[in-house]
């Protein structure tokens, strides 16, 4: 019989993983907003830090968990990679906890300064930090399309013919690189629900409750896009593009 620590071992490395991706990846918004001189590069910054944010996220997981770290990629598993049903529920909750955490973290080494961004009526601008925002409907439509990338990317990575899979955390980071400076502005990227909301449930009790009701309630937006776009993108991949074992089979015995 399995001892609990060896069945509570892959949610911990999904606590874990997520929050590294988000410390990283939040420590970096965080010294954008508060440092003058970085708004030039703010975007490349942002783009290369949550890449190696998500490999870092990755290398620490993957050998207990699978190195999910986003529920996008989870529910996808799930659906169309047979990832079992009844881890689903653990996975994004270690995956929030941990992606909360990390903001907690964020917010530790960098609340002073944070605390001195200009402050007007409204959302506090330190929130910023913590969040994605943007118009509705453009954010939705950025958000589908970059996690369609992003999760496509992802099941081609870890394919087990694919030759990308020795180098899976580094692959997959730098497709979210790519992915990031192609389709969206730092502050209005997401691709994984965990990494917005866990934060901004921290940003709603260090900031207000104003987080949730901010950009016309846009805090929905990295909820439902990046689902709705990890399943299509993990869809076109299982079902267009991967070829079965057994078509590799009869490929590599021709060959020979």
Same mark, same amino acid.
């Given at each position: 019989?399995?001892?609990?620590?060896?069945?509570? &071992?892959?949610?911990?490395?999904?606590?874990?993983?997520?929050?590294?991706?988000?410390?990283?990846?939040?420590?970096?918004?965080?010294?954008?907003? !508060?440092?003058?001189?970085?708004?030039?590069?703010?975007?490349?910054?942002?783009? +290369?830090?949550? *890449?190696? #944010?998500?490999?870092?996220?990755?290398?620490?997981?993957?050998? %207990?968990?699978?190195?999910?770290?986003?529920?996008?990629? !989870?529910?996808?598993?799930?659906?169309?990679?047979?990832?079992?049903? !009844?881890?689903?529920?653990?996975?994004?909750?270690?995956?929030?906890?941990?992606?909360?955490?990390? &903001?907690?973290?964020?917010?530790?080494? /960098?609340? #002073?300064?944070?605390?001195?961004?200009?402050? *007007?009526? *409204? +959302?506090?601008? &330190?929130?910023?930090? /913590?969040?994605?925002? *943007?118009?509705? $409907?453009?954010?939705?439509?950025?958000?589908?399309?970059?996690?369609?990338?992003?999760?496509?990317?992802?099941?081609?990575?870890?394919?087990?013919?694919?030759?990308?899979?020795?180098?899976? =955390? +580094?692959?997959?980071?730098?497709? /979210?690189?790519?992915?990031?400076?192609?389709?969206?502005?730092?502050?209005? +990227?997401?691709?994984?629900?965990?990494?917005?909301?866990?934060?901004?449930?921290?940003?709603?009790?260090?900031?207000?409750?104003?987080?949730?009701?901010?950009?016309? /309630?846009?805090? $929905?937006? =990295?909820?439902?896009? =990046?689902?709705?776009?990890?399943?299509?993108?993990?869809?076109?991949?299982? $079902?267009? %593009?991967?070829?079965?074992?057994?078509?590799?089979?009869?490929?590599?015995?021709?060959?020979?």
């Amino acid at each position: 019989m399995p001892s609990i620590r060896n069945v509570a &071992a892959p949610y911990w490395a999904e606590f874990i993983g997520t929050l590294l991706l988000t410390l990283v990846g939040l420590g970096v918004t965080a010294q954008n907003l !508060t440092n003058a001189t970085t708004s030039k590069t703010e975007a490349l910054n942002s783009s +290369l830090a949550w *890449g190696l #944010a998500i490999t870092l996220g990755i290398w620490t997981s993957e050998h %207990v968990s699978g190195g999910h770290i986003n529920p996008a990629v !989870t529910l996808s598993r799930a659906i169309f990679s047979g990832f079992p049903a !009844t881890r689903v529920l653990g996975y994004l909750l270690a995956q929030t906890l941990g992606a909360f955490t990390g &903001a907690l973290i964020v917010w530790a080494n /960098f609340g #002073a300064a944070l605390g001195d961004l200009p402050n *007007g009526k *409204g +959302l506090h601008p &330190a929130a910023l930090a /913590f969040i994605t925002t *943007g118009d509705t $409907w453009t954010g939705l439509v950025g958000e589908i399309t970059a996690s369609f990338i992003f999760v496509l990317a992802v099941f081609a990575i870890t394919d087990n013919t694919s030759t990308a899979k020795s180098i899976a =955390p +580094l692959a997959v980071g730098l497709a /979210f690189t790519a992915t990031s400076l192609g389709v969206s502005s730092p502050l209005g +990227l997401a691709v994984n629900p965990a990494r917005d909301l866990g934060p901004r449930v921290f940003a709603a009790l260090a900031y207000g409750f104003d987080v949730f009701a901010h950009g016309s /309630f846009y805090f $929905w937006v =990295p909820l439902v896009g =990046p689902l709705a776009g990890g399943a299509a993108g993990a869809f076109v991949y299982e $079902w267009l %593009v991967r070829r079965d074992a057994a078509y590799h089979a009869l490929e590599e015995g021709a060959a020979h």
